[in-house]
């Protein structure tokens, strides 16, 4: 199981599309302490995997702290940051403190492109010494990239760049019109660039050695199966089932792109929250309406109830971006 937690609300950054609208602190983020109790809940509860993210996690006075706490709750804390405040002496300090891996974001092979998007004068430079810093340091890293129409043609670069620059997985990110990027939601992808996509991310696959994973686009799971390509994921969607995420204030939602509260760990334990809160409870029932209900790979899609949400108010409704026409009645 795997949580992610937005440990702040400032950013060094003020990319075009954060979900978080993120760039200044929150007035009251969690402090230390409050990280640290979380931090044992968060164990307590089963979860193996804890992502620090932001906002600029990097940005936290005490994630050292937070990260070897993390640890020695025998917990694997992983990263997700935009590399720029990686240093080869922060990459040092973040293995030593029990970092495990981290996922630093990168958009295009054009440096111009990803600063533009990112809206930082180099952006690219400051992702790709991270990168280095990371590789010298011995601490593996991931390229996670968010795709858009005008990078779409890029990806298969992007994985030769991830291969070359020694990252060990490229992770590849679907828009879903939240925080600021309900402002660019005209450039994220169309159902048949997304449904092309997914075939062209699953064919690289089977001919690159690190692994590729498509995230808010569930329905690779059904077109890798398709294709007859093996995956070590089990499901699509895993919001709610196998996954949550906790704001800088203690907010626990499904998934990043998902903006509905199932409580706060300021008010009601996180065990409680995981354990009882109504959302967590229908998403797991997997009674999905329209076409994700009947379809022949419910059980390994799911999919993306964030963005059946946006479009539909309803985040058991069917999934608006899918074109599988084998699902039984349609």
Request: aromatic fraction near 10%; include cysteine.
């Amino acid at each position: 199981m795997i949580v992610s937690w937005n440990t702040t609300n400032a950013c060094n950054m003020y990319c075009k599309h954060c979900y978080r609208d993120a760039g200044v602190k929150a007035a009251d983020e969690l402090n230390t302490a409050e990280g640290k109790a979380l931090i044992d809940q968060i164990a307590t509860a089963g979860f193996k995997i804890m992502i620090f993210s932001g906002g600029e996690p990097l940005m936290r006075d005490d994630i050292f702290v937070l990260v070897s706490h993390a640890r020695e709750k025998g917990l694997r804390p992983v990263f997700g940051t935009n590399g720029v405040l990686i240093t080869e002496k922060t990459a040092l300090k973040l293995k030593e403190s029990g970092a495990m891996a981290m996922g630093i974001s990168l958009d295009s092979t054009n440096p111009e492109k990803h600063d533009q998007f990112r809206a930082t004068p180099g952006a690219w430079q400051g992702a790709t010494k991270g990168m280095m810093a990371c590789r010298e340091a011995g601490l593996p890293f991931q390229i996670h990239t968010t795709v858009m129409d005008w990078n779409m043609d890029e990806v298969e670069k992007l994985t030769d760049f991830a291969v070359d620059i020694g990252a060990i997985a490229h992770h590849i990110f679907f828009l879903v019109p939240t925080g600021r990027a309900v402002d660019i939601e005209e450039e994220s992808l169309r159902a048949e660039q997304y449904e092309e996509l997914l075939h062209r991310i699953m064919k690289k696959q089977t001919d690159t050695k690190i692994e590729l994973k498509p995230t808010c686009a569930p329905q690779f799971m059904r077109i890798a199966a398709q294709m007859g390509i093996k995956t070590r994921f089990s499901k699509g969607c895993l919001a709610g089932l196998s996954y949550c995420i906790i704001s800088p204030v203690g907010v626990v939602q499904p998934c990043a792109y998902l903006n509905i509260s199932a409580g706060n760990v300021r008010e009601t334990s996180f065990i409680e929250i995981w354990r009882d809160a109504e959302i967590f409870k229908k998403l797991r029932t997997e009674k999905y309406s329209g076409g994700c209900g009947v379809c022949d790979y419910k059980k390994i899609c799911g999919g993306c109830r964030a963005r059946a949400y946006y479009y539909h108010n309803d985040y058991m409704a069917e999934e608006p971006w899918c074109l599988y026409h084998g699902r039984k009645g349609y």
